[in-house]
């Protein structure tokens, strides 16, 4: 995260490592705790810190730094920098997103790779994000700009396996995991 003056700042992101092994939840640690707009989409929903939203977290710090502007602003009319990012993007004018305050002193294509992926980055689900090698070569222009759609997507929750034989016997007592087949199969 970046304080006031845009100096780094530990935060959000690293929390999934940071805990105990057996212990991935937010909400063993009181809730969901964290700085919205830097909170990924899933995490409402599991309480699960991973490293996918570790990486959320990374996408909302490279377009805070390159807008200038926090995740959770409100601008344009969007609550979020990463919705007003997305739309500038769809219209084709990603770069407006950049910090005005940088007068046009800035390379354009850097710019624009950044800002692209930080909306991967910031990917409403979670399997679309980049992997931290990835982030990584992108960066350092071993590998092209992520593509970016030009509509956000709509935040698809994960399918969870059940986590133990008793969830599983649960969910097929309960015609779950029965119904789910027979739709898929086509019976």
Do not use: W
């Given at each position: 995260m970046l304080d006031s003056a845009f100096n780094a700042r530990l935060g959000d992101f690293g929390l999934a490592r940071a805990l105990e092994s057996n212990k991935t939840s937010y909400v063993e640690l009181e809730g969901v705790t964290g700085?919205?707009?830097?909170?990924?989409?899933?995490?409402?929903?599991?309480?699960?810190?991973?490293?996918?939203?570790d990486i959320y977290g990374f996408g909302a710090t490279i377009l805070e730094t390159v807008c200038g502007r926090r995740p959770k602003c409100d601008i344009a009319g969007f609550q979020f920098l990463v919705d007003w990012v997305w739309k500038l993007h769809r219209e084709g004018h990603i770069i407006?997103?950049?910090?005005?305050?940088?007068?046009?002193?800035?390379?354009?294509a850097d710019a624009e790779q950044l800002l692209r992926l930080g909306l991967m980055c910031s990917h409403p689900t979670p399997n679309k994000r980049p992997?931290?090698?990835?982030?990584?070569?992108?960066?350092?222009?071993?590998?092209?700009?992520?593509?970016?759609?030009?509509?956000?997507?709509?935040?698809v929750?994960?399918?969870?396996?059940?986590s133990t034989e008793s969830d599983s016997s649960r969910l097929h007592s309960a015609g779950f995991v029965s119904s789910y087949t027979a739709s898929t199969s086509g019976g």
């Open positions: 700085t919205m707009g830097y909170i990924a989409p899933e995490c409402f929903h599991t309480g699960k810190a991973t490293r996918e939203s407006d997103a950049v910090d005005p305050r940088l007068g046009g002193n800035f390379n354009e992997k931290t090698d990835v982030i990584l070569q992108i960066l350092s222009r071993s590998v092209p700009p992520p593509d970016v759609p030009p509509f956000k997507p709509a935040f929750m994960p399918a969870a396996e059940p």
